[in-house]
């Protein structure tokens, strides 16, 4: 059974870069995510369209609450020093098999230096830890090798190689590498 905490949590994490947040969304954070969305980096290497207008952000934003209420997601904004650097969280939870995805992205001057990777051990530990996931998932676009290193440094293990696993928004069929990290009691 999953330890789904009736409010959603504020993690934090210490780094050698300093103090790191994961935080509930609040609608502060959507004129911050749309201006990191106009990076075209996001969109290619993630799910995040391009273009990315506001509405799309206040969509995202205000639905995280619902989401994290029904049980079917979670995301935090990534805070360092009190400044927005991303987004992480949990999507394509199944309940019943005690496993979820993560996913997240960096705002373009927050990458290269190991935020993200504190980002995904602190989620990691969190959903594996005090949610009792038993396995979580990441999935990074083949040519996305930033994103694999983010996930190996986390302690996330590379299961797959997924041929032709997304379709972009292009119409591009694209592979996907599979990472997993387990819950050994």
């Known amino acids: 059974m999953i330890s789904w905490p009736v409010e959603q949590p504020t993690l934090i994490s210490a780094s050698e870069l300093g103090e790191?947040?994961?935080?509930?969304?609040?609608e502060e954070d959507i004129d911050l995510i749309y201006q990191a969305c106009q990076d075209p980096t996001?969109?290619?290497f993630t799910r995040v369209p391009y273009p990315y207008d506001r509405e799309m952000a206040e969509e995202f934003v205000r639905g995280c609450d619902i989401s994290y209420r029904s049980r079917q997601g979670i995301v935090f904004a990534i805070e360092v020093g009190?400044?927005?650097?991303?987004?992480?969280?949990l999507h394509g939870i199944q309940l019943s098999d005690h496993c979820a995805e993560i996913g997240y992205w960096m705002?373009?001057?927050h990458r290269g230096k190991g935020l993200c990777t504190s980002a995904v051990r602190t989620l990691l530990d969190f959903s594996l830890k005090v949610m009792e996931f038993r396995r979580i998932e990441g999935m990074a676009d083949y040519n996305n090798l930033a994103s694999q290193r983010v996930m190996e440094r986390a302690g996330m293990v590379r299961d797959a190689l997924l041929r032709n696993r997304?379709?972009?928004?292009?119409g591009d069929q694209i592979d996907m590498v599979l990472?997993?990290?387990?819950n050994h009691d």
């Open 20 to 26: 790191i947040t994961l935080r509930p969304l609040r």
């Open 42 to 44: 996001i969109s290619s």
């Open 82 to 89: 009190g400044s927005f650097a991303g987004t992480i969280g």
């Open 107 to 109: 705002e373009q001057s």
């Open 166 to 170: 997304v379709t972009k928004q292009n």
């Open 179 to 182: 990472f997993s990290i387990v």
